[in-house]
């Protein structure tokens, strides 16, 4: 059974992690798997194969092939071993995993005219080279692919992120790929913890947000499994003092102790700032967690200090943010950050 690569064919978008609103689905997307298609007789299903790399997907719901073309193909089952399909959701048993998944998959083929679904194709399609399919009726061209990851499905709960713009993501790395949020999420999986991220972070808040929200009921989510903190960087910027940043950690921690007894309280340390003054004064901010920390007596709130992940300098930041101005990590400074996580894997049993 003749297959053919796509290997060449990759969406150059990273994993995106989005917020959970009522009901909303929340969608991983994976830039780096390599698709094989192989013919397969009958109702115009065809049987595949997908390699994902290490700490990049958990659930595959829809594989999406652009062609010039109006088609869609489904993925329809996962046959494998080490895998369970739930309806048209194959869950891979990927935890603890330590290298790639690989495992045959069934697609469909379906065809568009003008905007409406035809029946599924019952062509005898054949590979005719490594990005083309020829059929009866036309032929087929594989520009680019994409892979999606329900995340709703089957997860254990939620890690609330409460942070700045460095949470997010959104300024300074290129793609998501190694963005720290991301690999923590994947290092409490790695851990035994399938969580469902709901990311709070706000792009040019500080502490003092966060501590009106969690006075005002809000964020009080069910199932919160893991919350992770990375305020600090705004902070400095805003003139928050000592004190306010100390109320604002302790309010924190009490918040933990009240409403989620048996969650884990991850502080980050806020990440290196390349002026000198500022980065001192963050310093004040991340030692006020550390201490806290310490003080709270509870091995469920614990503390990380990503500033110190690397020496500042400018090729660690968003060339937005201007030479000798750093303060959005970039690829560099995400992965040295990453690095960081690795090391201290303990922080997320």
């Known amino acids: 059974m003749a297959g053919f690569p796509i290997a060449n064919n990759r969406v150059g978008v990273a994993r995106d992690f989005f917020e959970l609103y009522g009901h909303h689905a929340s969608i991983a997307r994976i830039s780096t798997a390599d698709l094989v298609l192989a013919q397969m007789t009958g109702a115009g299903q065809f049987l595949g194969s997908l390699t994902i790399p290490n700490k990049q997907m958990m659930f595959i719901s829809t594989i999406v092939i652009n062609s010039n073309k109006n088609v869609e193909i489904n993925l329809v089952g996962l046959v494998s071993p080490n895998a369970t399909n739930y309806g048209n959701y194959a869950f891979p048993n990927l935890r603890g995993w330590t290298g790639p998944f690989y495992g045959p998959l069934i697609f469909e083929i379906n065809q568009f005219l003008d905007g409406s679904m035809l029946s599924t194709i019952n062509w005898n399609i054949t590979a005719t080279s490594e990005t083309t399919l020829t059929g009866h009726r036309s032929t087929i061209t594989f520009n680019t692919i994409a892979c999606y ?26 793609t998501r790929l190694n963005h720290f949020i991301w690999e923590s999420k994947m290092l409490f999986e790695t851990a035994g913890r399938n969580l469902q991220i709901v990311n709070k972070a706000v792009g040019g808040s500080s502490s003092r947000y966060a501590l009106y929200n969690i006075n005002n009921g809000l964020w009080r989510y069910p199932d919160v499994k893991v919350i992770v903190e990375n305020h600090g960087t705004n902070d400095v910027a805003q003139s928050t003092t000592n004190a306010q940043f100390t109320a604002y950690v302790q309010g924190l921690i009490n918040w933990k102790k009240k409403f989620f007894k048996n969650t884990v309280l991850l502080f980050y340390g806020s990440t ?26 509870d ?51």
Do not use: W
């Not at 700032?273 to 310490?294: G, H, M, P, S, Y």
């Not at 959005?328 to 690795?342: E, P, R």
């Open 149 to 174: 990851s329900d995340q709703n499905f089957y997860n254990d709960g939620l890690m609330l992120v409460i942070g700045d713009s460095i949470a997010t993501g959104d300024t300074g790395p290129t």
């Open 272 to 297: 290196p700032l390349q002026v000198a003054a500022n980065q001192a004064k963050a310093n004040d901010f991340r030692t006020i967690k550390r201490d806290l920390v310490a003080a709270a007596g």
């Open 299 to 349: 091995p469920l709130i614990r503390y990380l200090n990503l500033g110190e992940a690397f020496v500042p300098a400018d090729s660690k930041y968003a060339p937005s943010d201007g030479s000798g101005q750093g303060i959005h990590i970039n690829d560099s400074g995400s992965a040295d950050v990453i690095t960081l996580l690795d090391n201290n894997q303990s922080l997320f049993a």
